[in-house]
């Protein structure tokens, strides 16, 4: 049996899928593919692929977050390796780093999930021509000590430098029982159901920090769920003061979490309030400062093909590890 099951969840954007399809499929690791695309485009590139390792679900449309956030947790559900990680369409797997990230898991019982650096790269797309992309940059800013913490403790120091877990690899179980409170605390805003999953995260044990990276992610995709999400809405750290729904989720996901980890709801919420007002931070400033302007020269600089840019990011895996 495979160790490692790829849950890859869509909404539309087919042509993304397409350019998924031929660079993030190999033997030896298992596939979901969970789509709730309210076209039909997916589900004729996935569902005729007759591939054993590949496994397509069509289900009802996203048409609420309620409606992603049961995707989701129906599609954890029916996965049969001991790990799992979370995918999107306009992102690449880099199948170096990954055998690291299971590595770390099978070595640490205590550790629940282990990923490497995010890097990022932007892309440029012409008809009938593939797309090319921009030589790669590191686009975690000041990412927080968070390797080998858990508990109130990983909490306390990423609610000063926030750093996503959803891309990582996780024990399956443990990623289950975080999508099942997800599912049951009923939160309404993407944002904080991905601020809520790094929570849990940390509540059921360790994060593992490898030195190599496994994920890429497109910074300017056409389209995104969370950029239809935030296009006519308040940024996240300016609505918690003017939406009241917003407010009340965030304290329902605070008493869930500190009572999870026995922690006082005021001692809790004393912490999480420099989730919103620490973000400004001389280190934070600087850090934001050099990713536009890394982001800015590299969009300038000649774009090549997903493959070289790959075979880009590994030589400096290698020659970077200690």
Request: glycine share 4%.
């Amino acid at each position: 049996m495979n160790q490692l099951t790829f849950l890859l969840t869509l909404k539309n954007r087919a042509d993304y899928s397409r350019t998924w399809l031929l660079h993030n499929i190999r033997p030896g690791y298992d596939y979901l593919i969970a789509d709730g695309s309210t076209d039909n485009e997916n589900e004729a590139l996935f569902s005729n692929l007759n591939l054993l390792n590949v496994a397509y679900v069509r289900y009802p449309e996203d048409a609420t977050v309620a409606i992603y956030v049961d995707k989701v947790f129906d599609a954890i559900s029916r996965v049969k390796t001991p790990y799992i990680m979370m995918c999107d369409n306009d992102d690449f797997i880099n199948f170096h780093g990954v055998p690291g990230c299971i590595a770390a898991l099978d070595a640490h019982p205590d550790v629940v999930c282990a990923g490497g650096p995010l890097i990022g790269i932007s892309h440029i797309t012409r008809p009938n021509a593939p797309a090319k992309y921009s030589l790669p940059f590191r686009i975690v800013v000041a990412s927080a000590p968070l390797h080998n913490r858990q508990g109130f403790d990983a909490l306390q120091q990423m609610f000063r430098n926030y750093s996503h877990m959803y891309y990582n690899v996780f024990r399956s179980g443990v990623c289950r029982e975080i999508w099942r409170d997800i599912r049951q605390l009923e939160i309404r805003n993407v944002f904080l159901i991905e601020l809520l999953q790094a929570e849990l995260t940390f509540c059921h044990g360790k994060y593992f920090e490898t030195r190599t990276n496994h994920y890429i992610r497109l910074t300017n995709p056409t389209s995104s769920a969370a950029r239809d999400a935030s296009a006519n809405d308040i940024p996240p750290n300016h609505k918690i003061y003017f939406d009241e729904e917003y407010r009340a989720e965030v304290l329902r996901i605070s008493r869930h979490v500190a009572a999870l980890l026995q922690v006082d709801l005021k001692v809790f919420l004393d912490q999480f309030k420099f989730f919103y007002i620490g973000k400004r931070t001389l280190p934070k400033i600087m850090d934001i400062l050099s990713l536009q302007f890394r982001s800015r020269i590299v969009a300038v600089l000649p774009h090549f093909r997903i493959g070289r840019i790959m075979a880009l990011v590994n030589f400096f895996n290698r020659v970077g590890r200690p």
